[in-house]
């Protein structure tokens, strides 16, 4: 392999903030962010959702709003209509 054209390959300290839950995954990602974990000081990326939290993986139900960006409009400023 040619030097000095492939990314650092590290150990990166992944946190699902939704579940509280930390991952040391191997990764080339950039993060200018660290945090120490388990003694040692890690890149930190932090992440809305995993498999901690995901639904999919978790087996949870979340409930989903159906309706519409139409609908949330006009029931949010219905009071406000005028009437002719």
Same mark, same amino acid.
Request: proline share 5%; hydrophobic share 30%.
């Given at each position: 392999?040619?030097?000095?054209?492939?990314?650092?390959?590290?150990?990166?300290?992944?946190?699902?903030?939704?579940?509280?839950?930390?991952?040391?995954?191997?990764?080339?990602?950039?993060?200018?962010?660290? &945090?120490?974990?388990?003694?040692?000081?890690?890149?930190?990326? *932090?992440?809305?959702? *995993?498999?901690?939290?995901?639904?999919?993986?978790?087996?949870?139900?979340?409930?989903?709003?159906?309706?519409?960006?139409?609908?949330?409009?006009?029931?949010?400023?219905?009071?406000? &209509?005028? *009437?002719?």
């Amino acid at each position: 392999m040619r030097p000095n054209i492939h990314p650092e390959y590290r150990e990166v300290l992944f946190h699902d903030t939704n579940a509280d839950a930390y991952f040391l995954i191997g990764s080339t990602l950039k993060t200018a962010q660290t &945090k120490e974990y388990e003694g040692n000081i890690y890149p930190y990326v *932090s992440l809305d959702i *995993s498999s901690a939290s995901h639904p999919f993986y978790t087996g949870e139900q979340r409930q989903v709003n159906n309706e519409g960006r139409i609908a949330n409009f006009n029931k949010r400023f219905q009071r406000f &209509k005028r *009437s002719h």
